[in-house]
């Protein structure tokens, strides 16, 4: 299983050139420790089922939105209720993106192509 994990440094300024207000940069490393010190970050099944549910909208329009069926699967409807308590939708089985929820659903699909493509 691969973790990322994140840990802020300081860079030597002096090789890079960079403005003294950028010595803090990102690192992140891939690791199967999961008891390293600084922690790690995995998708849990529910944050997966409502990028899942983000995933289905159409972008292109403002006019449509989704209806989850009281018949789908009991995960669906959870990520969809966990949605709305979260301000991305404007019913709890489903209905429109908020603007929040446009722009969660605009990285989500973005972070999709780039993952699939090539």
Known sequence: MIQILRHFYRLPLTAYR???TAYRLPLILWSNDINNKWGTYMLKQELV???NILLHYNLTTTLEGIKIHKDADASVIDA???LY???LVTQADGGYLTDLGRTAAEHAQ???IILTSG
């Open 18 to 20: 960079l403005p003294l």
């Open 85 to 87: 308590q979260k301000g």
């Open 49 to 51: 089922d409502e990028l």
């Open 110 to 112: 973005a972070c999709h």
């Open 80 to 82: 969809v209720a966990r």
